[in-house]
């Protein structure tokens, strides 16, 4: 194992790791994308090892499902799996009302749909995604290649009318080449500064045509659990108004390293 995980690998190790005492023997479980789902889907096969959890997961992207393929988590697409009992997956920023930008990992649209699937959204984090106010991260929008320039003026035309600090929009590159992502789309980053109003911005985006979907999640996460460097993690929940601290013990030892550099 990575003996000396940095402090916000660690955050996010023990955020994944709280989380997924969430999940039950016979949940289907929606998986997110990132480093910091990766843990969770790492954890997750550790309590399907040692505990004999059955459960199937939904992954919410490519290197996900290849990632649960390696550990050992049974997967399952959504369209076989229907409706789910969970989601547990990353986020970019999340604001006091658990509204999030998502997306940096390119995986929006699957992440928006299997998460809106799902009877509950846990978001997992380290506590430095915590904001008063979304928008310091650029906000991912997924967008059709035809024509995407159009669609990109588009999307700068309209938030002049719209409560942002900032309108500079850029396509997202992998090397010299747009990114593709999962769905054979690109993602435009708009880097907005400050989103007065999410939701209003969510919405105005999908209107456009050429978008896709936005990277904002909101009303769709209940539970976002936060990991702190020192193991400590704090699970608040929205809808019951309540807050609590834990500790995850970080056991050298686990085998979910075991296959790590
Ligand atoms: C991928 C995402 C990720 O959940 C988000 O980017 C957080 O990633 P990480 O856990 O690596 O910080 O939205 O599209």
Redesign the pocket.
Known sequence: MPADLSPIDKA?FVAAKRATEFIETGMKVGL??????AWMVRCLAERIREEGLKVVGVPTSSRTAELARQVGVPITTLDEAKWLDLTI????EFDPNLALI???????LQ?KIVATASDQMIVI?DAAKEVAQLGAFPLPVEVIPFGWQTTKALIEETLVSLDVMNRDCSLRMNGAKPLITDESNYIIDLHLKRIGNPRQLALVLNQIPGVVEN?LFIDICDIVVIGHGDGRVTVRDINQGSERDDFVEFKPSDNIFADME
């Open positions: 996010k997110g994308t990132g480093s910091t789902a997956d990353g986020a970019d998502k997306g940096g990992g390119a995986a929006l992440e984090a990277g």
